[in-house]
T-cell receptor, first 113, second 112 residues
Framework: AQSVTQLDSQVPVFEEAPVELRCNYS??????LFWYVQYPNQGLQLLLK??????LVESINGFEAEFNKSQTSFHLRKPSVHISDTAEYFC???????????FGTGTRLKVLA | NAGVTQTPKFRVLKTGQSMTLLCAQD?????MYWYRQDPGMGLRLIHY???????AKGEVPDGYNVSRLKKQNFLLGLESAAPSQTSVYFC???????????FGPGTRLTVT
């Protein structure tokens, strides 16, 4: 069975500091991996995805994530955060052979001035 | 291009009442999903559809029914609402089952 773990429920960080949001997954087959961002009172929006190919994927607003198959991880990083990055971030995994996505419980990133 | 829309945005029900949530997408996506979001629990899949006329159970289907009579619409029904169904409900769609999902703005439902 597939599962997703986001160990950090909340991450406070000062503006312009680096941040890493952790995501680990469990699956016995090949996976597709996603990070979504949710701003207050809105739906989820795709931040970045790994389908195949290069294990390092980037978003247009400076986030990146690296697929590490041996550690079954897909951690999200940003070298310098802005106040506007304050939001909740969800990691999601979809295993091949199933139609279902499994979402993590989310990490609330709070960027402090 | 409106993307994914949900109706209504807010609703308050009394225990035992019924209602239908409507999800519509204009991207010609085959796959559609209904989730509920509760604090500290992330998103949990209620039901999903892999094409017009098909539906399947997700992780938490009890107390809900769905229909996909038209490709662009996915309806979620609560036949007899319970306080445990107080939640924020999100609809999503995707072009292929392995691609990203596009989410609607959500429906906040309170059952008293």
């Amino acid at each position: 069975a597939q599962s997703v773990t986001q160990l950090d429920s909340q991450v406070p960080v000062f503006e312009e500091a680096p941040v890493e949001l952790r995501c680990n997954y469990s699956s016995s087959v090949s996976v597709y991996l996603f990070w979504y961002v949710q701003y207050p009172n809105q739906g989820l929006q795709l931040l970045l995805k790994y389908l195949s190919g290069s294990t390092l994927v980037e978003s247009i607003n400076g986030f990146e994530a690296e697929f590490n198959k041996s550690q079954t991880s897909f951690h999200l990083r940003k070298p310098s955060v802005h106040i506007s990055d304050t939001a909740e971030y969800f990691c999601a995994v979809k295993s091949s052979g199933t139609y279902k996505y499994i979402f993590g419980t989310g990490t609330r990133l709070k960027v402090l001035a | 291009n409106a993307g994914v829309t949900q109706t209504p945005k807010f609703r308050v029900l009394k225990t035992g009442q019924s209602m239908t949530l409507l999800c519509a997408q204009d991207m010609n996506h085959e796959y559609m999903y209904w989730y509920r979001q509760d604090p500290g629990m992330g998103l949990r899949l209620i039901h999903y559809s892999v094409g017009e006329g098909t539906t399947a159970k997700g992780e938490v289907p009890d107390g809900y029914n769905v229909s996909r009579l038209k490709k662009q619409n996915f309806l979620l029904g609560l036949e007899s609402a319970a306080p445990s169904q107080t939640s924020v409900y999100f609809c999503a769609s995707s072009q292929q089952d392995y691609l990203e999902q596009y989410f609607g703005p959500g429906t906040r439902l309170t059952v008293t």
